[in-house]
């Protein structure tokens, strides 16, 4: 079964990463949370970020906090 995970990176604090049921529950999570802090989003997804699986990315400061999306399958079960 696959779920979202939100990986929260922040400077002032430990990762936290959130799990959620479709990517669009996380992405809205995602965006309400990182507004919370700034307005102006760098949304911006890179070539080397999609290869890495990120399926959305909302940095918040100029320090690189950020949120961002990935997915994972329940019990680490095998992609393919």
Known sequence: MK??????EDRHSDSEAYAFSTLGKAIEW??????EYDNELDETLTPPMLRGGWLYYGCYSTEGDHIRIVEAEIDGEERG
Do not use: F, G, N
């Open 3 to 8: 779920i979202y995970l939100a990986i929260w």
């Open 30 to 35: 995602a965006k309400a949370t990182v507004r």
